[in-house]
């Protein structure tokens, strides 16, 4: 199932199910629809382009949903997600939904913290983290248990916001301020949590953090994606704003590095 297909049928999961709706804001403007299309669907290949084997072991951290994993589930592709979000009751209903489409047993889910509850040593091949690597606290002990959970060479897929992006940096700093760090009460754990608050970082920031645990970034796996306007993207000419986004983060360094929201990359641990 490639990923229009997919997203046709879970964009028919979405106008059924309201509880989707808030999260996947895709039915809330029809002139933003195009415009989080794209930003979906670039996400999600990226994801699909480096899960290259179904013997993979893929443990999805912070699965959210577990729109990813069920669309692994619907290509044939096992994986493992933990979640820490109040919608984790939310996914068994969406597995009704998807098996008319393929093997749903193919992903689980746990309600869990890394920190408490991190899978067996050398054990993963693959680690996910979409949306998720800001969160974790403290950062430098997950990539203690990521070292111990990978096998030799194993791979993390990151999907992240672009912490220099003048824009959003702002958009935070004005709900946030400068408390990068908080801690939240788990009502089912019944425990504190410490997570970073949306603290998004730049490639460069990540690469220094990663280096101290012998992981390298991948940089010609490295991907920025969004930059030009909601407006800009139709039905008709979207694949043509992408390819042009494509080539301009390519080519102008200040653009890509202080304007495009969207980054995707990949670490290797040595």
Known sequence: MNINQFFNLFLTEIQQTKSLQAYYRFLKSTGRFEFRKAYFLQRLQYIYDHINTEKSVIWDCGCGYGTTGIFLAMNGISSFGSTLEFYFKDISERK??????GNVDLFTVNYENMFDNPPAGNSVDIILLQDTLHHLEPFQDALTIFNNVLRP????????ENGNNIIQRFKLYLRRKNNMVITIWDERLKKNITIGNENIRSIETWRREFSKQ?????????RYIRV???????????????????????????????????????VKKK
């Open 153 to 160: 060479n194993g791979t993390l897929i990151l999907i992240e």
């Open 96 to 101: 009704n939904y998807w098996k008319q489409y």
């Open 228 to 266: 030009f306007p909601p407006f800009m993207l139709k039905s008709e000419n979207a694949d043509h704003v992408i390819a042009r986004e494509q080539k301009l983060w390519r080519k102008n360094e200040l653009i890509k590095e202080y304007f495009f929201f969207g980054l995707n990359f990949i």
């Open 214 to 222: 012998n992981f390298k970034i991948i940089d010609n796996e490295t």
